[in-house]
């Protein structure tokens, strides 16, 4: 029977003040950028796991995170259990929870959350926030517009949720699962309870904190060392503020230092035990440990612990290699973090005070409480929990003492062994990029990274393919990347440029700048890290048009005759009337040498 939907007053207080400093509070209560991200996973992931609990043969267990930089818009999609109307009007309603689940209930675990506000909070915290789910026998769809606004004071008009359709009657799918819930935020505002905008992230920061502050992050893999049931699918969408779309499957499981060690550079506390025993610790010497074990509190709470060490060296080589290989590296690896059943919670706790207290700066230590409670936005631990969990600390700390002190010496091998695995690795990926094929220049490989491209106009400049640039400056330290003096004979430019020229050469001075691919561009001019005003050319790899049509900036081609700078291929016209400064020149080397292997071929 179909049900009709009507719009709810999801707040129901009459007094506005009242209900927007309850929302203001609500916003206070979180304070990290990725808060968006832990609530919406959270209630992704408990969805997951109820229906597969309700489902274990059929249940679907999927999750799709799309994160739309230019747009603003966060989304995450679940096959859970779906919501049916009568759960779904009242979710939003701050303090209400359908979660809570009997402690003394055998197939599931206490969900993740549990304190009613997650949901009010990913509404208050953007300005349009939709929800589409179906529980196998009912879609529903509806969105609230404005309630960050609203809250802010910014507009007086209540916020609603509104069905988008009238009744629930039809049956829908997502991710190929008839049960499905996709939360969808638009123009999502992280920088009013916190110092950041979450759309300032990069994609290996955003998959580091997915797994290391979200529900994503599964820790019983780590704690336990088994597989997490369900495992779920995690898939990503990454669209980049110059709309290049990137998909990855995101593992389901905690993003410790361990996973970048191989396994013949690591060593279980077990066999530790067994070669100090034996007198043989030589045969542990180089390699990392690796501590697991369960361990009983003064209340009897069991508290599972999961600890990696190595020497404070390779723990700063491990940092090194991770910004050499993907632009971005966390900040540090160390210290004692917190998570509760099996979701890490973003907590750090300060280590207990020990003798020999300086080997602390060599220890990754993951302690998880599933009967742990915490404030609203999991800021701290409350009461009694941090020196209980620093207690929990102490005595890993005397298990383990004797390596620490045994083998900090040669710690750091434990890396280098990875990374020289991972450099034969990269030396193989290198062979089978495609060739440049241009035997004029010692460069054999076409560029892959802004680099590279630096590396090869020079090398182009060097063998004379590209005439009249002679370096002044440049650096990674500046604004811009090359301060050029331009000195060339009027005769090597294109001939309406030579005409305007008085006596045989043309002398300039001109900042160029260098990207992989030409809409690279975009991302510093639109953060006002760089003016293309100031920039003379543009020197890249690779030109796509689409990219700059969709904020109108025109490409044309630079016809021979019209060329100033020598080797430019094609013009940027910026938005307005094209005048001086509305203009910027561009070298795509991909044609450029196209062009010069077109004319070699020609003359030969």
Known sequence: MAEFLEEVDFLKQEDEEEIRLEAENLLSSYSQFHDVLAESLQNAIDAVDDRYHQEPITAVTKILIKFDIPNRIISVTDTGTGMPWSVLRN?????VTYK????????????????????????????????????GTETIEVVVNGAHDYVKGLTNERPMLKPTTATSTQVSKELGSSKYTTIEMKDVATQDYCDRDIFDISLPELIWTLRTRT?????????????????IEITLQYIAQDREEVTKQIPYCYLSPEEFISDGSKISF??????????????????ALVYRNTI???????????????????FDDLTQDRNSEEGWSPSEWVGIHIATRGMPTGIYIEPPTTGSAFYWRRVFMLLQDDEMNFDVGRKTLRGRAKPMMQEIARTIWNDILDYLQALTPADREAVTREKQGKLQLLFQQAHEWRDLEFSPVQYLKQPQREQMVVALFYELIGAGILKGYKTLRNNTIDQYDAFIFYSIDKQDIGRFEANRIKGDRLEDQIIIEFKHKAEDILKDILDNKKTYQDINLLVCWELNESKFSFINIDVEPIADEAVYYYGSTHTLYFPGIYQAGERLAVIELKS????VKSSDSQQT
């Open 296 to 314: 009983s509190s003064q209340s009897g709470r069991s508290i599972h612990c999961y600890l990696f060490s190595m020497a404070p060296k390779a």
């Open 592 to 595: 450029f040498l196209e062009r």
């Open 91 to 95: 979710a939003l309603k701050p303090n």
């Open 100 to 135: 809570r689940v009997p402690k003394q209930s055998t197939k599931q675990s206490r969900s993740r959350g549990e304190k009613g506000v997650g949901f009010s909070f990913l509404t208050f915290t953007c300005n349009r926030i939709r929800v589409k789910t179906c529980n």
């Open 215 to 231: 529900a994503v992050g599964n820790t019983e893999p780590i704690v336990s060392n088994r597989t997490p049931e369900p495992e």
């Open 270 to 287: 077990e066999k530790f035990q067994q070669l100090q025993d034996k007198k043989k610790l030589h045969l542990a010497q180089g390699k």
